[in-house]
């Protein structure tokens, strides 16, 4: 009898938080299945996604013995928001009459707003995952998930596999890399849809749930520093990862901008002149937290990576003399983010107010 062994590939298909990721698995068994072995596959360490538990029906790319007899056949299965995935094999097995040994399939889910830097490990000298000693190339050949993958059959004690990324994997010519034939192919750029033109992807991209740490940079000037004066603020912001107007069911998101102190503008719904598209048009001030607090419309996504965005409000300025405020931007899905922008120099730097001064200039008299 032949020792089952399971060797997986797994990738996603973005690494930015919030976005709708697609994590795609190839999987090949050392024997085949059947379906009178009862094979349960289950996949864990998916967790902290924003995707709720559910049943759902899972399609196959491809399947069978160096061939596609199980292409788009569906698969019941369980997720469950721990980070589980379940899929009872019997069925699907049960349509063919040769043997199969290998499935292609993909699971969408939602990406966290929060990084976890221990989700991908490398492997140790010994080839163990993990632990003391593991060290990572710059090529990311010997990184591993911390995803495991689990066969189970009913005449052989369950299988194991902490799937390895693309690059480096010594059994990766049993699956064809390669969009047109349907199978996993690595991620390499990233379209329109995460930015104003096509960019590249790094190393380390593809791992499943491996995420960007989100930043964004920017200016705040204005446009007088007089006391008492109608200031016009205009902020620049530009992000390194594609900004959503929702982070998972029902999570709106919101841009808050702290630290502007020093008005008398009464807290209000404020009118935002020629903001870049998607930002709204409107915004909330605060002048009790000193906050302007404004959103995104439109479709998800359309506040893209490294573009900048432009949009201008009008304060007025406090009587008392103050310095440059220093202005902070935080994202309420994205809670590991929190900026400073860069000020203005001397006069436009936001909110600051020069002191009101006297000059007698000249002083004369009409009669002695």
Not at 95 to 122: E, H, I, K, M
Not at 172 to 183: K, M
Not at 234 to 252: A, D, E, K
Request: neutral net charge.
């Amino acid at each position: 009898v032949v020792a089952q062994q399971l060797h997986t590939l797994v990738m996603q298909s973005t690494p930015f938080p919030c976005a709708l990721n697609t994590i795609s698995f190839a999987l090949l068994s050392r024997v085949p299945l059947v379906p009178r072995c009862q094979p349960l596959l289950t996949i864990s360490g998916l967790d902290t996604t924003l995707t709720p538990s559910s049943a759902l029906t899972i399609t196959l790319i491809s399947g069978g013995n160096f061939g596609g007899n199980l292409v788009s056949q569906t698969v019941p299965a369980s997720w469950s928001q721990t980070g589980t995935l379940t899929m009872n094999l019997t069925s699907v097995l049960s349509t063919v009459t040769s043997s199969v040994d290998r499935l292609l399939f993909q699971l969408p889910l939602t990406n966290p707003g929060v990084p976890t830097p221990s989700r991908n490990l490398c492997v140790n000298p010994g080839g163990s995952v993990g632990g003391s000693g593991a060290s990572c190339d710059a090529t990311y050949a010997n990184k591993r998930t911390a995803v495991v993958v689990t066969l189970a059959v009913s005449t052989f004690t369950a299988s194991r596999s902490y799937p390895q990324y693309m690059v480096g994997y010594t059994d990766a010519g049993v699956f064809p890399i390669s969009a047109s034939s349907g199978s996993l192919a690595p991620v390499t750029t990233y379209d329109t849809s995460y930015a104003a033109s096509s960019i590249s992807a790094v190393a380390g991209d593809g791992l499943p749930l491996n995420l960007h740490s989100p930043t964004i940079s920017g200016m705040v000037t204005q446009s007088s520093s007089d006391p008492c004066a109608s200031n016009t603020i205009t902020v620049n912001l530009q992000s390194n990862v594609p900004i959503y107007n929702t982070c998972g069911v029902g999570v709106s998101v919101y841009i808050t901008l702290g630290g502007l102190s020093g008005s008398v503008t009464a807290d209000s719904t404020i009118t935002l002149s020629n903001p870049t598209a998607p930002l709204s048009s409107t915004a909330v001030w605060s002048n009790a937290n000193s906050n302007l607090i404004l959103n995104t419309t439109g479709a998800p996504g359309t506040l893209l990576l490294s573009t900048n965005y432009v949009f201008s409000f009008t304060l007025q300025n406090q009587a008392p003399a103050q310095e440059t405020r220093t202005v902070s931007v935080t994202v309420t899905s994205l809670t590991t983010l929190s900026s400073s922008l860069g000020s203005g120099l001397g006069m436009s730097g936001p909110l600051k107010i020069m002191p009101l001064n006297w000059t007698v200039a000249t002083a004369s008299q009409s009669t002695p």
